[in-house]
């Protein structure tokens, strides 16, 4: 072949010619970019979505993390009422303040109530300031529950405070009176201070000694001082035995007292006057927690 034919023959390998290496990278280039994605439901997502490039795929990624950002973010201070109320309600606050779900736990000791006034502030509280309904009930029984524990830690420290004075004061008067508790010679004396506060004052009286922590519920004994006085006092006006009875009549009238068991009068007594009740079991040397007193 000459020179001429060879020269023809190399300028007929046009750049353009397909079957020359630039035309390869031209079809690689036209080829999908996302063809290598393994994950099929990533190809169906980009295929549905009409993303074509890697351009436009990180655009439409940068629009929706700006979106989303400004979906949560808090409205300036110069929000409207309804801008603050669409953002709260994004972030899952009730559309009004009968939505949240407020209610006493089952373990609310009977003699603490609760505060349903209270409840109704502390919702108007946090819908104002945007909680979700899980937010704002969380809260609620954390509180609650705090109080109940604080209530029931008082309340056993407050039974074991009394436990103890009286314990203590029953043994003084065991001491100061030469008789143990349940005996006729310790109840005797029991049932004249009993009897002296009643002539005196009665549960204006007792009232006034238990404000002053020298009585206990239904009349249990924190101060021996005071009840030695009181027997004392009823030694005086009524003598020895003082009436061990109601009314000041015989000891065999106790409703309490195993010989003379009066199931009528006792329910009575504990119903209306269990101060009463309590002394007239001890008087008849009986444990008064049989009766729940």
């Given at each position: 072949?000459?020179?001429?034919a060879?020269?023809a ?5 046009s ?14 280039i036209a080829a999908?970019?996302f ?8 190809r ?6 009409g993303v074509?490039?890697?351009e436009?795929?990180?655009k ?10 400004k ?5 300036g ?10 953002f ?27 505060d ?5 502030k502390?919702?108007?509280?946090a ?45 003084q008067?065991?001491k ?32 006034g ?28 006006l ?11 009549s015989s000891s ?5 007292a195993?010989?003379?068991?009066n ?9 209306n ?5 309590r ?12 009766w729940?007193?």
């Amino acid at each position: 072949m000459d020179e001429t034919a060879s020269g023809a023959a190399g300028q007929g390998a046009s750049p353009n010619s397909m079957g020359g290496d630039n035309g390869s990278a031209t079809a690689a280039i036209a080829a999908n970019p996302f063809d290598g994605l393994q994950a099929e439901g990533s190809r169906d997502w980009i295929e549905k979505a009409g993303v074509k490039d890697v351009e436009s795929l990180v655009k439409m990624a940068r629009n929706s993390e700006r979106l989303i950002g400004k979906s949560f973010q808090k409205p300036g201070p110069e929000a409207t009422q309804s801008e603050m109320d669409a953002f709260y309600q994004r972030l899952g606050r009730p559309t009004e303040v009968s939505g949240y779900e407020l209610t006493p736990p089952e373990d609310m000791p009977e003699d603490l109530p609760y505060d349903t006034e209270f409840a109704g502030k502390f919702a108007e509280t946090a819908h104002k300031f945007g909680m979700s309904a899980e937010q704002a009930k969380g809260l609620h029984d954390f509180y609650v529950h705090e109080m109940v524990g604080g209530y029931q830690a008082g309340l056993d420290g407050h039974v074991a405070q009394l436990e103890e004075r009286t314990s203590a004061a029953t043994s003084q008067l065991e001491k100061d009176w030469g008789a143990q508790q349940g005996t006729p010679k310790f109840n005797e004396q029991v049932t004249l201070a009993d009897r002296a506060i009643r002539e005196l004052g009665g549960d204006t009286l007792l009232d006034g000694f238990e404000a002053a922590g020298m009585i206990g519920p239904q009349g249990i004994i924190l101060n021996p001082a005071i009840a030695k006085a009181m027997a004392n006092v009823g030694r005086e006006l009524f003598g020895s035995s003082g009436g061990l009875a109601m009314g000041g009549s015989s000891s065999a009238d106790n409703p309490f007292a195993k010989d003379s068991q009066n199931l009528t009068q006792q329910s009575e007594l504990q119903r209306n006057d269990p101060r009463r009740a309590r002394s007239l079991i001890l008087a008849a040397g009986r444990d008064p927690s049989n009766w729940g007193l």
